[in-house]
């Protein structure tokens, strides 16, 4: 009989001590960083989003003025540090193949948001020289019709003070 109910208590503790370990591990995921980083992540596409429909609106005119895509990337600059801060806090070190993963897309992010950057420089500095050159070539145009009407005015002063 008392093999028995030593068999029994040894059950129990078992199951007791795999309990335990197992709340523990439960308790090893901080779920307010956890929500921290979705909320994040969901500002980032916010405002990258935000980001691409003023580009569109500059685009088409709309928009007249490049003030509103500096403080988008701004923020979104700041975003992305406060996730890849909020990452590092949570795996210091690539220990197996999801951190190194993990830690491979917020390298790919930073580069893609380089790279938007740049991009974005490139579209601003285009879309001014042409919205210069169609604000002044009205003018231009005008200007250089005078130009030729009174060249072609003197010109015909001079045929007719030689004929």
Partial sequence: ??????????????TLMLISFLYIKAQAIDFDKHNQMLDGIRQFKQVDAVLNQHILEIRQSILPFYDST???TAE?????????????QLLPQPSTDIDSHIHL???????????????????KSHN????NSLQFLPT??????????????QQHGQQVKQS
């Fill in 1 to 14: 009989m008392s093999l028995t109910h030593l068999k029994h208590t040894a059950l129990v503790l078992t």
């Fill in 70 to 72: 500096v403080e988008n």
């Fill in 76 to 88: 979104l600059t700041q975003l992305q540090l406060g996730i890849i801060e909020m990452l590092h």
């Fill in 105 to 123: 897309h917020t390298k790919a992010l930073q580069q893609s948001l380089i790279h938007k950057k740049e991009l974005l420089e490139h579209f």
């Fill in 128 to 131: 001014a020289l042409l919205r």
């Fill in 140 to 153: 231009i145009t005008a200007q250089i019709s005078y130009d030729l009407q009174q060249h072609e005015i």
